[in-house]
Structure formats: structure tokens, C-alpha cells
């Protein structure tokens, strides 16, 4: 494999294709996934509103990790599909941290949540990562096509 030129913005790039990607996906899961599963199953620890400078706290720093830990180590390589997988893991690493400490913390925080929660979080993050690496290898290759 040759290597590929390492402009400045491929971390800019790989983060803001995450940034859509991941919350295209996120936004209709929850809008989805709040009736059908989390309301009926733990609605009485849901907040009334969201608290969105958490939320956005948890992404800026969740979408730099993605970018560090999955797809830069993709884009070394040169291989979109290193990201899908590493995104995989670290979706159900994060996820699975997040869930089974609920489960091992809350009364009555229940099996299904962090079953779904952690194939939703696996399937996102995975896909999100492999998106991001994809498009920022396609315009790295483009670079350095046009740089000879």
C-alpha cells in the first residue's frame, strides 16, 4: 500500500462525517426507540427534558474518541473496514459500560435495555466510523491524485 498524504484536515474531515453520520442515525433511533423501549421500560428515570449541554458534552468527546481510536488507525493503514470494526468494539465497549453498570447499579434496570442498547450502540458507532473512513480515504486518495 502506498502511503497516503496526511493533510491537515483529514481529522476535521473524519470527525464532522462521523459527527453527521452518527447523529443522522442517533436522531431516528431515539425518536424510535423512546416510545417503543426506553419510556415503557425505564420512564421513571427519564428526565422530563434533556439537558443538552450534557448531550452535547457526551458527543464532542464520544465522536473524538471514534476519530483516535477507530478510524485514525484506518486511515493509516488505508483500510475503511479497520474502522467498522474497531467502531464495532468500541460502540460495545462504551455502551456496554454505560448498560451494565446501570444493571449492576439500578434496581430493576432491565435486560432487554442493555441487550438493544448494546447492538444499537455497536451497529451506530460501527457504521458511523466506517462512513467517516470511507469518505476521508476516497479524499485523500483524490489528493494525492492530484498532487502528481
Do not use: E, K
Not at 6 to 23: D, E, I, K, M
Not at 71 to 93: D, K, T
Amino acid at each position: 500500500m502506498t502511503s497516503l498524504p496526511s493533510p491537515r484536515w483529514q481529522w476535521p474531515l473524519a470527525y464532522a462525517v462521523t459527527l453527521l453520520v452518527f447523529l443522522a442515525m442517533d436522531a431516528v433511533w431515539l425518536s424510535t426507540a423512546t416510545a417503543a423501549l426506553y419510556r415503557p421500560a425505564i420512564g421513571h428515570l427519564l428526565a422530563p427534558t434533556v439537558d443538552w449541554a450534557a448531550a452535547v458534552l457526551f458527543y464532542v468527546f464520544y465522536f473524538a474518541g471514534l476519530v483516535y481510536f477507530a478510524i485514525a488507525p484506518a486511515l493509516a493503514s488505508g483500510r475503511a473496514r479497520q474502522a467498522l470494526v474497531r467502531g464495532v468494539l468500541l460502540g460495545l465497549l462504551c455502551y456496554g459500560t454505560y448498560d451494565f453498570t446501570n444493571q449492576a447499579t439500578m434496581q430493576g434496570w432491565p435486560w432487554l435495555v442493555t441487550a438493544v442498547d448494546l447492538v444499537w450502540g455497536g451497529t451506530v458507532t460501527g457504521v458511523s466510523c466506517w462512513v467517516a473512513a470511507v469518505v476521508t480515504l476516497r479524499f485523500l486518495r483524490r489528493s494525492a491524485g492530484g498532487l502528481r
